[in-house]
């Protein structure tokens, strides 16, 4: 699986959207991008995933930029409870799809 | 609630005790995974099932782990001989395992071992 690449913490006002990156400029083309976030003292809980569109969905929008080497989670109207760890996954759908989780970025919403 | 479960939450032991852990997914979930998670890094994939077959070890698992899911159900993973090093949160999670939502994973809570 291609690795990724994000920053270790970002810090977000309340209401305000919230805009994580993620590099994975090593994606091959059978491969999806998936986003994931993990609350203190709580299992990982999925967010979003994408190949090549972008998506959108209850929680959140993946931009996946047309080259495929990189990707935006955007959280529209960040509240403290979006406060968590992200993970930006790629992975193909072969494989037994266990997922290779990296470090993360730290979010912080903050009033 | 028909979430992913886990049973212990919290396990204290002491050092060269056997310990186990027990998963109980989606019902109609095939697809059973565990991951290690210690403070600061990500979660470590373990194993795999496919219904009953373990499909993938991971190099982090070894001889003293010993993971089961005997009727495709629930899952089991043992850790004999426990180590200091052996102390960590312990996630399972399972998934349908096919079509374009194969990669969506559902966690339980994890059980935390904490070894003396």
């Known amino acids: 699986d291609a690795k990724t690449t994000q920053p270790p913490s970002m810090d977000c006002a309340e209401g305000r959207a919230a805009n994580l990156p993620c590099n994975h400029s090593t994606i091959s083309g059978n491969e999806y991008v998936y986003w994931y976030r993990q609350i203190h003292s709580q299992g990982p809980q999925y967010i979003i995933h994408g190949l090549k569109n972008n998506e959108t969905n209850e929680m959140a929008s993946l931009i996946i930029t047309e080259d495929r080497k990189s990707s935006t989670l955007i959280l529209p109207h960040a509240t403290l409870r979006d406060t968590a760890v992200y993970y930006c996954?790629?992975?193909?759908?072969?494989?037994?799809?266990?997922?290779?989780f990296g470090t993360g970025t730290q979010l912080k919403v903050e009033l | 609630d028909t979430g992913v479960s886990q049973d212990p939450r919290h396990k204290i032991t002491k050092r060269g005790q056997n310990v186990t852990f027990r998963c109980d997914p989606i019902?109609?979930?095939?697809?059973l995974y565990w991951y290690r998670q210690t403070l600061g890094q990500g979660p470590e994939f373990l194993t795999y099932?496919?219904?009953?077959?373990?499909?993938?070890k991971s190099r982090l698992l070894s001889d003293r782990f010993s993971a089961e899911r005997p009727k495709g159900s629930f899952s089991t993973l043992e850790i004999q001989r426990t180590e200091q090093g052996d102390s960590a949160m312990y996630l399972c999670a399972s998934s349908l395992g096919q079509g374009a939502r194969a990669g969506e994973l559902f966690f339980g809570e994890g059980s935390r071992l904490t070894v003396l």
């Open positions: 996954i790629v992975t193909h759908t072969g494989g037994g799809n266990k997922l290779t």
């Open positions: 019902s109609e979930h095939n697809r």
């Open positions: 099932f496919q219904n009953e077959a373990q499909l993938e």
